[in-house]
Each structure stands twice: as C-alpha cells, then as structure tokens.
C-alpha cells in the first residue's frame, strides 16, 4: 500500500456473482479526474462465475482473484492494501457512475479535511431513491418504526423516520450518520485515521461501523443530493437472498452488540439476539407474503 502522485482516485470494487452487472460498472468509470489518473481494483470473492473471463477485456483493471469468499469487508481490505490513490472510492459492482459525480465528490473532501465519508444521491433503475445511502446512527426506536412499518407510513415525519431520514430533502446535502457501501469515498489520509473495515462482519453491517468510527474519531459523513449515481440494487445478493437476509440481521446485531454493550452484558446481547431473531423471522414472513427479494436490517 502506498500513495502514488499520479492516481488522485482508487475504486475499489469487491465482486460476488456480479458478471451481469459488473461491465456497465466499469464501463461508467472515467480513466482520469481533476487531470488525475483513477485506477480501477477489483476484489473477486471466489464466486465461480465467469467475471475472470469479462475483466480480461479491461486491461487498466487490477484483479485480485480470491481463492476463497472471504467477505465484503475483508476483501475491501485487500484491495485497499493493493490501491495508490489519493483517495478511496468503496464501490458496489452493481452501480452506474458518471463523471460529474465523482468530481463533486472528490472536490468536497479534498477542500474539507473534516469530511470522512462522502455519498452521491443513489437512484434505482425505476428512478426511486435508494433510501439506504442517507442513514442516521439507528436506535431501537428507529429500528422498531422500521421493522412494523411505521417509518414508511410517516415517512415525512421526522420521529418516525429516522432510520432513512426521509423527512429530509433528497436533493440537498447535509450530515448523516452513515451512507451506503454501495458508495464510500474517503480521503486515504482520513481512512487510515479511522481504521479500516472490521472483518468480523461477512457481508452486511460492515459499512455502517465504518462510518460508525468515522464519526467517533470526529468526522463528519456527507450525504450530497446535488448529484446523483445509480443503484442496480440487490442483483448479486438476490441471487442468493436466504443467506444474505441473515447476513443483514447479523450484520446489524454484531454492529448493536459491539458499539451499544459496552460492559459486554451477556443480558443486553440475549436482548439484541432476540430482537434481531424476531424481526428476521418478521421479515421471511413478509418476504414470502408479498414475494419481496429485499432482505431489510431492523
């Protein structure tokens, strides 16, 4: 791992089941920014679909084939090590980016050293917003309004919606508690002071410690609604949604148990565990009822 002068940008891109997806990504992804170079990882998480064949066609990319899944977490860890930019991009294969987002971006937490993670606007193909990447630090509260419904019911009243802060306006750009791994950018100087992902987490959970830590070590993470990306959303994990809707609880149950028990209470873990079992179950249960391939955390 080192900083190279010419590479302004790294986009770190941790791939699973993601051949459909991934040349549309990469395709959207500029060779060079603010007169910059932008170099492109790719993290293989030993899926056994062709993308090895696919990436040969892109000889700019860096490729890291896993000889094992690994995780989302520890895979951008690796890419990371392996990366020379000034900055960080933690990408999601299933996005379209585009040039002007990513300049924004990058001029923002190049000109203010206090930001730690910064998001574009994310928008599905259908051209909702992804709510996701604008999220608070959640509480019980806002995981409970989530978890019956209440949150969408009153999705514009504040106290009901903190969760995806809904009452907030979606083109404008403000503080959050956490934005979406689906996109990260982070200066290289900020990430190191922060740390990078916690390898405990497999798949889900991993991003909001992120940022998480981010504002504890005293930044602030921007969502930015003035530009926006899209969010092809759920296309690797649909294809596998049991196991990665109990990868979202325990994703979010490690995040609870590790920043919200901090006498290591075996009486506050039995409590989030039958929490986040319950609404897990809640979710299957909904899940089937209506069809749905969206595996929800809290």
């Known amino acids: 791992m080192h900083k190279n002068e010419k590479v302004i940008l790294s986009i770190i ?3 699973y089941l993601s051949s459909k997806e991934i040349i549309d990504c990469l395709d959207s992804i500029p060779t060079d920014i603010l007169g910059r170079e932008v170099e492109v990882l790719i993290v293989e998480n030993n899926s056994g679909d062709e993308i090895n064949r696919i990436i040969k066609e892109y000889e700019s990319v860096k490729f890291i084939d896993l000889k094992v899944n690994l995780g989302c977490g520890k895979a951008n860890n690796i890419g990371f090590e392996e990366s ?3 900055f960080i991009l933690f990408l999601n294969p299933d ?3 585009n040039r002007e987002a990513l300049k924004h971006c990058l001029k923002r937490i190049k000109n203010d050293e206090s930001i730690g993670f910064i998001t574009p606007k994310l928008e599905m193909l259908n051209g909702e917003m992804d709510f996701a ?7 019980i509260w806002d995981g409970l ?3 019956t419904g209440l949150s969408k019911i009153f999705s514009k009243m504040k106290f009901f919606s903190g969760y995806n802060l809904t009452h907030l306006p979606e083109d404008e750009s403000y503080e959050v508690g956490a934005v979406n791994g689906a996109f990260m950018m982070i200066s290289r100087k900020n990430l190191l002071r922060i740390g990078l992902f916690d390898e405990q987490y497999f798949m889900y959970g991993d991003d909001l410690d992120l ?4 504002t504890i070590s005293g930044f602030k993470n921007v969502y930015d609604g003035t530009h926006k990306i899209i969010h092809i959303k759920g296309q690797s994990s649909s294809k596998v949604h049991e196991k990665m809707s109990k990868e979202v609880f325990q994703g979010t149950y490690q995040f609870y148990d590790k920043f919200f ?3 290591n209470s075996n009486f506050v873990r039995l409590k989030y565990l039958l929490m986040f079992k319950t609404w897990s179950k809640i979710s299957e249960i909904k899940s089937k009822f209506y069809n749905h391939k969206k595996a929800q955390p809290i």
């Open 13 to 15: 891109i941790v791939t």
């Open 261 to 263: 028990n901090p006498h």
């Open 95 to 97: 996005t379209i980016i």
């Open 145 to 147: 309004c989530r978890a």
């Open 211 to 214: 940022c998480y830590r981010s």
């Open 133 to 139: 990447c604008r999220r608070s630090i959640p509480t």
């Open 84 to 86: 020379s930019g000034e």
